[in-house]
């Protein structure tokens, strides 16, 4: 399960998801922690039930999430997940859809 600096479970993979949702990684300390989004993504896609997608959000500074994250999703989720980019924000972080089998 994903943990905060202070060791408490984040809210968002606390519980499983058994509805299409979206996880925030893009805090300030998400900023320049390719890691621990990376962890996050994993977690929320652990917590999102079969039928369902969460929409991954994260931070501009970290750049395009295809570089760095997708290829994770792949190594961890295999055929059981397929990824697609959906669209930059407006304040300039990325918006990927994690739709789980």
Known sequence: MSQTTDGEATPETDRMHDNSWS?????????????????????AVEHTAAGHHVNVVTHQEL??????????????????VSV????????????????VE
């Open 23 to 43: 996880v925030n990684l893009e805090e300030p300390r998400h900023a320049d922690d390719r890691e621990l989004v990376v962890e996050e993504a994993v977690a």
């Open 84 to 99: 697609e980019y959906v669209d930059q924000c407006g304040c300039g972080g990325h918006v990927s859809r994690v739709h």
């Open 63 to 80: 750049g395009h999430p295809s570089t760095y994250l997708y290829p994770v999703i792949h190594a961890n989720f295999g055929e059981a």
